[in-house]
């Protein structure tokens, strides 16, 4: 092999894994090494149970202190022989600090969105910090355009970019949701005890951010004035004992907890469609492969991947106002036409946005940055 890059995440999760088993195989066809670097989330973080980890990695030490907002991960032993070291913009790291203001014979780059999207306090020190380190690297991996966007606008130079459009393993997803049979859904759906009415389904981690008072409320709307709807949700964390708590006043409404692989796909299989008032992130993804039209509001929380959202072609973004959310998402179920046009264009984005290009863009942007220094 003639170069060697390094790779560090916090932690990983079995979202993920699937990127750097196939950015591994790609990498080598290319002459190049990956060694990836994992430590473990924190308690919170653990709790949403979708932590994994792979043979070929490297565990190494994570020390979380202040309450887990700072972390701390000793691995400089690991880049010795390192070309191009590839770590999150995340200010919370203590070992991207060292890095960025000490000497280096190795290529620095950063991974991420270029500011933290749910900071309650953009023009704050840390984020006037986190605009500064954003020019201390010599290459960008951004997820999404929306990311590249905010990089640049911090002044660093677009040609050393590279925009990933953050994916998920969708072919598998594919696979998976093509091989359930109608003799399946209906026996999962009688397991629910769900009838025949609609079915609204909310994916994703369980915390605040994803505005769950907000998804009651409106859920409530609609099953009075929908007839028949139901809800399914999918999802673990720390806000778990609220949700079933919920759920068990409300015989229409189901918690499935944290699912993956097949069972996902099963369960987004019954819904028509999905309902994410806050945080919108990857789940976005799961809403084209399995053709579940999102129903989202304006807020100005939501994560990168927002990017990918085409109102009124491939998902719904409502304003950020509870009957208006209701008023939507009820014309939708009562308009099988305008599904269908949601639904097509769920199609079409399911194949753009997939893990195979996602590998291929990460992969150029890697021989790229290990390329010859540009101004």
């Not at 000497?103 to 620095?108: D, I, M, Q, S």
């Not at 969105?113 to 380190?133: D, F, I, V």
């Not at 093509?178 to 003799?183: D, F, G, R, T, Y």
């Not at 981690?205 to 907000?214: A, G, P």
Request: glycine share 8%; charged share 25%; proline share 4%.
């Amino acid at each position: 092999m003639n170069k060697k890059v390094v790779i560090v995440q916090r932690r990983l999760t079995h979202y993920r894994a699937p990127l750097f088993e196939l950015l591994r195989n790609e990498l080598g066809s290319r002459r190049t090494r990956l060694e990836l670097l994992v430590g473990r989330g924190t308690p919170l973080e653990e709790e949403r149970h979708d932590s994994v980890k792979l043979e070929w990695s490297t565990q190494i030490p994570t020390y979380y202190f202040a309450g887990n907002r700072i972390c701390w991960q000793p691995f400089f032993s690991h880049l010795e022989d390192a070309d191009l070291v590839i770590v999150a913009q995340e200010n919370a790291l203590l070992a991207n600090h060292l890095m960025v203001i000490s000497p280096r014979k190795f290529r620095l780059a950063f991974w991420g969105h270029g500011a933290n999207l749910q900071s309650a306090n953009p023009r704050g020190l840390k984020e006037r910090y986190k605009r500064w380190t954003t020019n201390q690297v010599d290459w960008w991996f951004c997820y999404t355009q929306l990311s590249a966007k905010l990089v640049t606008a911090a002044g660093f130079l677009g040609h050393r970019i590279t925009v990933l459009n953050n994916a998920v393993d969708t072919s598998e997803l594919i696979r998976q949701r093509l091989s359930i049979s109608a003799e399946e859904l209906l026996a999962l759906r009688q397991s629910l005890q769900f009838g025949e009415g609609p079915v609204g389904v909310f994916v994703g981690s369980l915390h605040k951010n994803k505005r769950l008072e907000f998804l009651f409320e409106a859920v409530d709307a609609l099953h009075r004035e929908v007839d028949g709807f139901q809800l399914l949700i999918l999802g673990d964390g720390p806000e778990r004992n609220r949700v079933q708590e919920w759920c068990r006043a409300r015989p229409w409404a189901h918690w499935a907890g944290a699912r993956f692989g097949r069972e996902k796909a099963g369960y987004l299989s019954l819904a028509d469609v999905m309902l994410n008032p806050g945080l919108v992130g990857l789940g976005i993804i799961d809403s084209f492969v399995c053709g579940v039209p999102m129903v989202t509001t304006d807020w100005k929380g939501h994560s990168p991947e927002i990017a990918y959202l085409e109102n009124g072609r491939n998902a719904i973004m409502a304003g950020n106002d509870l009957r208006h959310y209701v008023d939507v998402v009820k014309r939708l179920l009562r308009e099988p036409r305008g599904l269908s046009v949601l639904q097509a264009g769920c199609a079409v984005s399911a194949a753009e946005y997939t893990l195979e290009n996602m590998v291929g863009r990460f992969a150029e942007g890697i021989e790229n940055a290990l390329g010859p220094p540009s101004s």
